[in-house]
């Protein structure tokens, strides 16, 4: 599942970057705002039922029968409440004719995407990892298929936006006839006592999912509404390039989840992991980091319609989004091993502060700055929250701080910046690949130089593949 997913995840950038391309950053500006708006509302919609059926699914046989009569259309019924819910909010933040349709269409396909989410856990909870892994990004495919018929004939937003919502309802049919064929027709029956034992042990997991479905994207909504939709497009022209790479942080840290959850007690061996999981992590986005502040205009190539002035403005964005990225490099492994090891209510409350400290100061710099501000933000409240990771670990796990491998991994991006910056000086007139190509060896002789991979750890490996 995996390795499909990461399939899939250049092929629907290079088609979103095309599709902005084709739409203009103001009109994609607008529907990024409103799916991001969207996805605020849809976080609240699952109310943590998903995590809450996988459990329940895998640990009991009789949940599927005793329970998912009740527990499907209640997930249902919130869908359409927190569609409902969705437009209001769009009111009364501005949205409206045109806009507040779009909204309404947006909103469906992506509930529509979370109910599928929700029916592909039982799925998962019984193993069927396969199938799970083709319907996983059976949607992403479709739509790219969708929109590569409509180039022909024009891209427009109001297309755009209905193949997404076509897309989402055949998933979300598809899935539906999956399970009726492996266990059965599902006939509902609704209980009041059950609906209420379901909502009562899945809140925690939505406060979690809450949470984090704002952090991540309550800066699109205010970039579009307190400035404009163009900048809201050069935002999510460098945010997706973000998001992508992110995938490899977000693919590692539940493996290493699962393993210092094995061990919540033993302080040396979770000091151990911490110690390859910090290496394994940052290591690669190190090299990734120092490639988009040096060579970050590369990565917009597909933009041809846009003036020199918005393609300056998205590089601005990029190279400061990826500070960002630097710094999740260095700590998103201290938020790992807090939340497995029961710290995770002191890791929502640090982002509880993140997000209101990035609120307050869009409120103050957006309306002047845009997407710049947007971007400064959004570092300066992931400096915050990494510090406070570290601060907990200190004193909540006894595992100690490995400031040591920090201070060689800071080392050898020092070196790389310091060597690429040379070359830059050296031979401006370089291709960017056989620039980027050249700094990768010379990286690989720092991380070897610093010690933070020895030639025996290598050798081992090597025996081992």
């Known amino acids: 599942m995996v390795l499909l997913n990461l399939a899939v995840k250049p092929g629907w950038v290079v088609l979103e970057n095309l599709v902005q391309d084709r739409l203009g950053h103001a009109a994609f500006g607008l529907v990024t705002a409103l799916s991001a708006l969207a996805v605020i509302v849809a976080a609240l919609s699952d109310l943590g039922l998903t995590p809450y059926a996988v459990k329940r699914v895998a640990a009991e046989a009789t949940f599927l029968a005793d329970m998912f009569p009740t527990v499907l259309p209640l997930r249902g019924a919130l869908g359409a409440a927190a569609l409902a819910a969705l437009l209001a909010l769009g009111w009364a933040v501005g949205y409206r004719g045109p806009a507040l349709g779009l909204l309404a269409a947006v909103g469906a396909a992506l509930l529509l995407t979370q109910y599928g989410l929700f029916l592909r ?24 298929l969708l929109v590569l018929a409509l180039l022909p004939i024009g891209l427009t937003l109001s297309n755009y936006v209905a193949a997404r919502l076509a897309a989402a309802a055949f998933v979300v049919a598809l899935l539906y006839g999956l399970l009726t064929r492996f266990y059965g027709r599902i006939r509902y029956r609704w209980q009041w006592p059950a609906a209420g034992r379901a909502l009562r042990a899945s809140l925690p997991f939505a406060l979690m999912a809450l949470l984090y479905g704002v952090n991540e994207r309550i800066d699109m909504v205010m970039l579009e509404r307190l400035h404009s939709p163009a900048e809201a497009g050069y935002y999510a022209g460098a945010y997706r ?35 390859f999981g910090q290496r394994v992590l940052t290591l690669p986005l190190l090299f990734v980091v120092a ?8 990565l917009f190539w597909q933009f041809g319609h846009s003036t020199p002035a918005e393609l300056a403005r998205m590089t601005v964005c990029l190279k400061i989004l990826f500070l960002n990225v630097l710094i999740h490099a260095f700590f998103a492994i201290y938020s790992t091993l807090l939340t497995s090891t029961a710290h995770e209510k002191a890791v929502s409350w640090a982002v509880a502060v993140s997000i209101a400290l990035n609120v307050g100061l869009n409120l103050i710099l957006l309306p002047r700055y845009g997407a710049v501000a947007a971007a400064c933000n959004t570092l300066l409240c992931a400096v915050l929250v990494s510090g406070t990771y570290l601060v907990l670990v200190a004193r909540r796990t006894g595992v100690a701080l490995p400031w040591g491998l920090l201070a060689r991994l800071l080392l050898a991006f020092g070196l790389l910046c310091g060597a690429w910056y040379g070359l830059r000086v050296a031979a401006p007139g370089l291709p960017w690949w056989l620039e980027a190509g050249g700094m990768g060896l010379v990286f690989g002789g720092f991380v070897l130089l610093t010690g933070l991979v020895r030639v025996g750890e290598l050798r081992a490996g090597l025996k081992r593949g």
């Open 291 to 298: 490639f988009v502040l040096f060579r970050g205009e590369v």
């Open 121 to 144: 856990g039982t799925l998962q909870a019984h193993q069927r990892f396969n199938t799970d892994a083709v319907v996983s990004v059976l949607e992403k495919l479709l739509l790219l």
């Open 241 to 275: 390039w973000v998001d992508a790479v992110m995938m490899y942080a977000w693919t590692v840290l539940p493996l290493f989840f699962a393993r210092f959850a094995a061990v919540p007690t033993d302080a040396g061996a979770q000091r151990e992991l911490l110690w």
